[in-house]
């Protein structure tokens, strides 16, 4: 049984940090790329950025420059650094990993979400 759990939501206020934290646990072979998402009251899921296992990384042009994403590939957990956040940055987030299970069998798996509030 694989499992993603993410961390470090919360409140802050406008213009401030979080560090998001998405660990993988569970029996599996390696941890390929992995993804943060985000989902607003009413909106569609949200692409924000993902990492690949060689360190390659992409974002979504609403977050470029203000999020970064990392890995420890030690401990297979992924971070998202969240600076100037806004109001509009308010969603719950989500990490999403590529994993690989055997030589055969590969799977995509989803964590149970952080809540990020950015409000004064």
């Known amino acids: 049984q694989v499992q993603l759990v993410e961390s470090g939501g919360g409140l802050v206020q406008p213009g401030g940090s979080l560090r998001l934290s998405c660990a993988a646990s569970g029996t599996f072979s390696s941890v390929n790329a992995i993804a943060w998402y985000r989902q607003a009251p009413g909106n569609e899921r949200e692409f924000l950025s993902v990492?690949?296992?060689?360190?390659?990384?992409r974002y979504a042009d609403s977050v470029k420059g203000r999020f970064t994403i990392s890995r420890d590939n030690s401990k297979n957990t992924v971070h998202l650094q969240m600076n100037s956040l806004k109001p509009e940055d308010t969603a719950v987030y989500y990490c999403?990993?590529?994993?690989?299970?055997?030589?055969?069998?590969?799977?995509?798996?989803w964590g149970q979400g952080t809540q990020v509030t950015v409000s004064s």
């Open positions: 990492i690949t296992s060689d360190g390659y990384t």
């Open positions: 999403n990993a590529d994993i690989r299970l055997s030589v055969v069998e590969r799977h995509d798996y």
